[in-house]
């Protein structure tokens, strides 16, 4: 966003008064009224104390009992990924390779050209295998298929467009229908390669999506193998063009930087607006897909143990020299063996530059799914965010899950182990992967009190602040105060209908579940039922970008 649009967009002009309802604020634990001035947050308190102030230069918003809370940070995402998948084929919900089929043969009917879908899981299936090429071929009637695996690091193909793209020539095609690394990049670039205008448009598709969740700002994780810089320059620019009804977006680049005078031009390509050279610069792949690094090497593909995509000194020298710029540098780890590659390339780049000036940095990794013993000190030694996804575990944890499945019962209780982390100190931010998981804030936060290891728990409020504050604070968001509501914070926040507010702790040894206010805590929404919060406004830097009420209308 340009200076001149950031000093518009803090100049809002206009007061808000959003009362009788609940307000989540450490500056006041009980407090029921919000005064929003502008971009700011003007005056938090009572609602006697609402009654005195009200007049009619305000809006007033009658909250009716919902709940005001700072808006959430989605820190890892993938925004036209996530829009071309709310814009074709919802396979997450097929239970059956057979469902996989007659889905693709019902949008190949309809006229489809080609046929897209995404989230297929044949861990969850009875036939327990993807599709071959040839049951794309006959299910697709000839048309275009291609189907992205939930995980999105490998996809399905059709016979006659992997032999089109000349796919059984190249690394990663399995020579039954499954592309993975470089096959999967030269599918990806042939099926989703839209326009300008057709990128513009699931762009913002999936803004407006994230919107209507509370999501108030979005880190994008671009890089070359997943879409050309067009594509992240594109979606700067949309949420440039359209700053007062878009969520923020926070970019990063994972492309490898090999020399001060190419991260130089790399910064300069996208007019020095990147977070940083970090997100998915992969060190290795996902354990759906097995190219997920990992000591043990997988269950159920005896012999195979992932794949590693750079090398230590590559990875060093990119943190080198990522660290003498003063910018952000990063990886995608999953696998242990992975992690302990990036970290062994952390210690070879501090004793080129130095420990101080690598901490200073505040380098990220992503996922951060398996660490290996002493990786945790390592991590807290130079000072590395870890970028995570509760929903992983939600979705594949526990001792009979994908990952039980892939690396064993024992090593899939050590998984996504966020309250080791947090306990340790490491800053933990919180993000879906979109599109391998839902954007759903409130079942990522929830995801965090029911981790399948009861070890791994972290309470309520932690994983808010996580999904929150900590965002903004991965991403080197200079405003201290962004991420909290009090006086003189921005106005980011999301209002919501709950149920009912309480104070949550993930400890099953005592009562998990207070709404006693004279706890002197800020309540957040009871997350033990399956009735999530709904989101009804989501407002940013005092500019309404979803209201459900104007949303449901048109």
């Not at 005001?68 to 084929?89: C, E, I, Q, Y």
């Not at 000349?166 to 990663?172: I, K, P």
């Amino acid at each position: 966003m340009s200076e001149s649009q950031l000093t518009e967009r803090a100049a809002v002009s206009g007061l808000s008064l959003y009362r009788n309802g609940s307000v989540y604020s450490p500056a006041d634990p009980y407090a029921t009224a919000m005064l929003v001035d502008g971009g700011t947050v003007a005056w938090i308190g009572s609602e006697e104390a609402a009654t005195s102030i009200a007049d009619s230069k305000m809006e007033i918003i009658d909250l009716q009992g919902r709940l005001v809370a700072p808006g959430f940070v989605d820190s890892h995402v993938h925004v036209t990924d996530a829009g071309l998948a709310l814009a074709s084929l919802d396979l997450s919900r097929c239970n059956s390779l057979a469902e996989v089929l007659d889905a693709v043969a019902g949008a190949a009917r309809s006229g489809a050209s080609p046929v897209l879908g995404h989230g297929w899981d044949e861990s969850r299936w009875p036939e327990g295998r993807p599709p071959t090429a040839d049951e794309l071929e006959r299910a697709g009637g000839g048309q275009d298929v291609y189907l992205s695996r939930v995980d999105v690091h490998s996809g399905a193909v059709s016979a006659s467009f992997a032999a089109r793209l000349r796919l059984q020539a190249e690394e990663g095609w399995d020579g039954t229908g499954v592309a993975r690394t470089r096959a999967l990049q030269l599918v990806r670039a042939a099926a989703n390669n839209p326009s300008a205008a057709r990128r513009r448009d699931v762009q913002r598709l999936a803004l407006n999506h994230a919107a209507a969740r509370g999501y108030v700002a979005l880190a994008e994780m671009g890089a070359p193998h997943i879409a050309p810089a067009e594509d992240l320059l594109g979606l700067i620019a949309l949420a440039d063009d359209e700053y007062r009804s878009l969520p923020r977006i926070l970019p990063y680049w994972g492309q490898l930087a090999e020399s001060a005078e190419q991260l130089q031009d790399i910064l300069e390509l996208f007019g020095n607006r990147l977070k940083g050279l970090a997100g998915d610069l992969n060190i290795d792949g996902s354990i759906g897909s097995h190219t997920a690094c990992v000591h043990s090497g997988y269950q159920d593909r005896p012999g195979e143990a992932g794949e590693l995509f750079l090398s230590v000194e590559q990875a060093a020298r990119h943190l080198e020299l990522c660290s003498l710029a003063g910018i952000q540098g990063g990886f995608h780890v999953i696998g242990d063996a992975a992690l302990d590659r990036a970290i062994e390339a952390l210690q070879v780049a501090a004793d080129r530059v130095g420990s101080a000036v690598v901490r200073s940095a505040r380098h990220r990794f992503e996922h951060v799914e398996m660490m290996s013993s002493g990786a945790v000190d390592r991590l807290l030694e130079f000072g590395i965010t870890a970028s995570m996804q509760p929903l992983f575990d939600a979705y594949w944890g526990g001792t009979n899950g994908l990952y039980a499945s892939r690396l064993g019962a024992q090593t899939s209780l050590g998984m996504n182990a966020i309250g080791t982390l947090q306990t340790a100190g490491i800053p933990v931010c919180l993000g879906s992967d979109a599109p391998v998981t839902e954007q759903s804030p409130w079942r990522t936060v929830k995801a965090c009190l029911e981790h399948h290891n009861p070890e791994q728990r972290i309470s309520a409020r932690a994983a808010f602040l996580a999904h929150t504050r900590a965002g903004w604070r991965a991403a080197r968001e200079p405003n201290p105060m962004q991420g909290q509501l009090a006086p003189g914070t921005p106005a980011t926040f999301a209002v919501w209908d709950v149920a009912e507010l309480s104070i949550q702790t993930p400890d099953s040894r005592v009562s998990s579940w207070s709404t006693d206010a004279r706890a002197g805590t800020p309540m957040l929404p009871s997350l033990d039922t399956d009735a999530l919060p709904v989101c009804s406004r989501t407002v940013v830097d005092g500019y309404v970008i979803y209201d459900r009420d104007v949303h449901s209308a048109s």
